[in-house]
């Protein structure tokens, strides 16, 4: 990665010099190039919604894309885009002038979905599966409006692994957050470009940038959320056996669905021997 200020986007102006931020910056454009190389993100003609919260992710997120963009490596248009929820004290001009500043083609949407998600959820339950749904509507529409090819989040790899724990503790299924998804319509695509980016790499490249971090004021201010119990698990493990995390992401690009007990994703009743003599044993895998 090049350093002069003229070899940059204006995004990585007054980066840290420090051998550490430099590693850091590669390693986070690496797996995000890998992710968009990997899952096949890249389409003839695309144009992106870049949705930008204002958190160290959605920070990270549309730094890295304009970083690719500008050394060729993203051949797509890319159209940053923050939705406005009506959040009591929420800074509306911080994130406009930010993007003004770095010269960032955007759009600012203003979508009362707070009043809704405080009248609809009773006191003591949780808003983000509404808000979610209110927020992703909103977002698909503008990008029919922009005429975009794809919705791009800033998820990283622990908010994947965090859903995946959450369905198994809790939904009874194993799923996740997909890197790459098509909307239930079939003209968008939903993308997840940091899938293979650590939480903990976003938070140390935000801060070492010094973006202008908007705190969610819904979902963020309540405690005891079942995601925050998962966090605190895993966090757990990590300290114990620091890079569990990485391992468990790893087994979930390593499915084997004939080691499983789904039916619809392998066919068990297929299954036959190679010999009809049941006193020969020869060929037949011993494996359990």
Known sequence: ???????????????????????LRKRIVRHTREAIE???MIEPGGKWLVCLSGGKDSYTLLAVLHELQWRGLLPVELLACNLDQGQPGFPATVLPEFLERMGIKHRIEYQDTY??????????????????????????????????TAVVLGHHRDDILETFFMNLFHGGRLATMPPKLLNEEGDLFLYRPLAHVAEGDCQKFSTAMNYPIIPCDLCGSQDGLQRQQVKAILDGWESNNPGRRQVMFRAL??????HLLDPQL???????????????????NAEH
Request: glycine share 8%.
């Open 1 to 23: 990665m090049l350093d002069h200020p003229n070899e940059i986007h204006a995004l990585f102006n007054g980066a840290p010099q420090t051998t550490e931020f430099k590693k």
């Open 38 to 40: 990997q899952y096949g």
């Open 115 to 148: 009043s809704i998600v405080m009248d609809k959820i009773p006191a003591g339950r949780t808003f983000c599966a509404l808000c979610s749904r209110l927020r992703r509507g909103n977002l698909y529409r503008v990008a029919r409006e922009e005429g975009c």
């Open 253 to 258: 690009m390593n499915a084997r669905p004939s």
């Open 266 to 284: 392998f066919d068990f009743e297929a299954l036959v021997r190679k010999s009809e003599n049941y006193g020969d044993f020869s060929g037949i």
